[in-house]
């Protein structure tokens, strides 16, 4: 990850195919377009790696986690529950639809923890969204069960763990509903796009009109397109699905890389006693975009995260100090700051973040190192860096 880092002739090629025909737009203007459909293809393309049914392409990763949950009928009122430690994009999405994003514990797998989900469903609960953060996973069997017993509906935000597997099933695969971002910096990157992804028909036809206008696709022409319910534009652009087409066939060279330096950081890191990597459930495996360690406390975090920076060991990122991945700093949330009236329901509904605490998950991510494996490393630099790392962390 990112997969912007390995661009190349093949991205070149589909892009020049869509500026060949200057057809910019997904939808229509067949005769122009010289037989040149990139979101097609691209949703194509999606199934196949993604091992699913139906995959609607969007705008981004975040109208991906609105949509999925409008195709749902997820709406105001509703509540859904979110780990506290995911990017500020779960809840957005959550509350772009008038809902309310309910905040819970994560346990050592930096996911949502299934008995924190269990704790906190109310007869207004909707959802679960389990975030794949960091490319693992959280305990599915477990997540998977509780949604069962309380006929919730499961919407798996995978956007940082494309490629990771769970008892084969791709990461994303796994819930009622996916989700993905190709936004710059994911490991498939479109320069901004998303992805929802589901076995279920109707979602699928429903994230379909949604995110073009609310358009049934039935027809050739757009105008006389009729709209069975309200939509938006969540459309993507032929342009960004081109380098995303590009990218999806290299997702096998870039996960291949992503493991190799991964193992080697791994294996040095392994031999230093006080370190404990992120619990990946069994039957898991990752997408080895990033490796997650914990120290023993916060104080030698906060040391070792200061001393990658000074030493030039870029990509490290300690989330407990961090403005965009953990509730602690979200004060834009927890003292709601809109810029337009949010409603008296959903203000209410967020009432409990004022005083509910979240020690359990503050000592994970207090602890928790997380190293970005790029993919333009040579082989020599991988080394360098691991025994850096090593050196920093054992002289601290
Ligand atoms: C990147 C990301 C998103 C949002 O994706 P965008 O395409 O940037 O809107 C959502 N959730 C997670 C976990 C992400 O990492």
């Known amino acids: 990850m990112p997969g912007f880092e390995l661009f190349g002739e093949l991205e070149r090629k589909e892009v020049n195919d869509v500026l060949d025909n200057g057809v910019l737009m997904r939808y229509g203007f067949d005769g122009m377009r010289k037989g040149h459909w990139k979101s097609k293809e ?26 999925a949950l409008a195709s749902a009928g997820v709406g105001a009122g509703d509540e859904v529950i979110m780990p ?31 008995k924190a989900v269990e704790a906190a469903i109310t007869p207004k609960t909707k959802a679960v969204m389990v975030v794949q953060m960091c490319g693992s996973m959280g305990n599915m069997d477990a997540i998977q069960a509780v949604c069962n017993t309380h006929n919730l509906l499961l919407v798996e935000d995978a956007c940082q763990a494309i490629g990771g597997t769970y008892k084969g099933k791709p990461l994303g695969s796994i819930g009622d509903l996916g989700c993905f971002s190709f936004d710059f910096v994911k490991t498939i ?35 006389a397109e009729t709209h069975p319910f309200l939509g938006y534009n969540f459309r993507i652009s032929e342009l960004h699905s081109a380098v995303g087409l590009a990218q999806i066939k290299r997702l ?44 023993p406390d916060l104080e030698k975090a906060r040391k070792v995260s200061e001393a990658f920076k000074q030493n030039g060991i870029d990509a490290c990122f300690h989330y407990y100090d961090n403005n965009w991945h953990y509730i602690r700093k979200w004060d834009h949330l927890t003292n709601l700051k809109s810029l337009f009236p949010i409603s008296a329901e959903v203000k209410e509904g967020l009432e409990y973040l004022k005083t509910k605490n979240f020690a359990k998950s503050d000592d994970y991510i207090a602890r928790n190192i997380s190293c970005l494996i790029k993919l333009s490393w040579t082989e020599e630099e991988v080394k360098t860096r691991a025994n850096n790392m090593f050196k920093i962390i054992s002289t601290i």
Request: net charge negative; proline share 4%.
């Open 42 to 67: 691209l949703e194509t393309a999606l199934q196949q790696s993604f091992k699913t049914e139906h995959v609607q392409l969007v705008s981004s990763g975040t109208a991906a986690v609105s949509v």
């Open 84 to 114: 506290v430690f995911t990017f500020v994009a779960s809840f957005e999405a959550i509350m772009m639809l008038g809902a309310i994003p309910v905040l819970v514990d994560i346990d050592d797998t930096l996911a949502i923890d299934p």
């Open 189 to 223: 990157t479109c320069g901004e796009g998303g992805a929802v992804i589901t076995n279920n028909k109707a979602y699928y036809t429903n994230a379909d009109h949604y995110s073009d206008h609310g358009h049934d696709h039935k027809g050739n022409d757009r105008g």
């Open 252 to 295: 096998p060279e870039f996960l291949t890389i992503q493991k190799k330096h991964y193992t080697i950081i791994r294996e040095v890191l392994s031999q230093i006693p006080e370190i404990t990597f992120r619990t990946v459930p069994e039957g898991g495996e990752e997408s080895y975009a990033f490796l997650n360690f914990y120290l």
